[in-house]
Structure formats: C-alpha cells, structure tokens
C-alpha cells in the first residue's frame, strides 16, 4: 500500500526550525500502514529535513554552527547573479537534504527516545512551506 498526504507550516526563514513529528506521526495513524518507511520530502532548494532533539540549547546550538559553517555575510555568486541574497540559504540546504526516510514498525515512527523531526527554512524570508508525505508498506 502507498499513502501519500500534503502537509504545510509558515516558516520565519534564516534557519527556523520547526517540530514536525506530530503532523508526521498522525499521517502514520491515517495511513493504517503497520510496517513500512515514511519518506518525508521538501520541494524547494531553501529549505532541509533531519532529526534532531527538539530542545531549545541544541536548536540554538545548531543554528550557530549552521551560520559558522556557511555565513550570510560572505560573497554568494547566486546572489550576484539572482540578486536574491538568498545564497547562503541554497548552499545550507543541499549540505542537509530535501528528504528523509524513517521505518515505520507496529504502526509507528521508529525514532529514538529524544529524536524528533524537523523541518528548516534556511530563506531569507518567510515562507508557507509544502511537506510531501510518502507511507509505503502493509
């Protein structure tokens, strides 16, 4: 059986962070699939995927290496041409990904004890973002 559904969050761009869990984990419920993988996908080259601990410190913290890894304030030939300033934004977002695949075990997300997914927006601007949702399985 596949399932797939649509989800949507505004997002505060430069790197906001958003819990997702819930709206994934309640299309698992939908789905009625018991075994299979959740494939989570962001159209877009502005914005990543992943897992992480939703707590306030590591938020912070990854944001700050974020920004240290890949600044705003440095030369982006993107912008140059686009004249956007939103280069930064691509470049974070293709060192995180667009999707993830987690399985799906007794009708359920197998994430660790502290793990949550979440979404970020790296634009510069804010933005509705669009989650595709893929359930594969039985």
């Known amino acids: ?3 797939q559904k649509d989800i949507y969050r505004e997002t505060r761009g430069f790197c ?3 819990d997702i869990t819930p709206e994934v984990s309640s299309c698992i419920a939908e789905s009625n699939i018991k075994e299979g ?11 990543a995927v992943t897992t992480i601990e939703y707590e306030p410190g590591v ?3 990854l944001q700050k290496f974020i920004e240290k890894l890949i600044p705003q304030d440095i030369h982006y030939d ?10 930064f934004s691509h470049v974070r977002a ?6 993830l695949s987690i399985p799906v075990s007794a009708g359920g997300l197998m994430l660790g004890t ?20 893929k359930i594969i399985g039985e």
């Open 1 to 3: 059986m596949i399932f």
């Open 16 to 18: 906001d962070v958003k």
């Open 37 to 47: 993988i959740c494939v989570i996908f962001i159209p877009g080259s502005t914005a």
């Open 59 to 61: 938020i912070r913290d």
């Open 78 to 87: 993107h912008n140059s041409r686009w004249g956007d300033g939103n280069g």
């Open 94 to 99: 293709s060192i995180l990904g667009p999707s």
């Open 114 to 133: 502290w793990q949550q997914i979440v979404l970020i927006d790296f634009d510069n601007r804010s933005r509705q973002r669009h989650i595709i949702l």
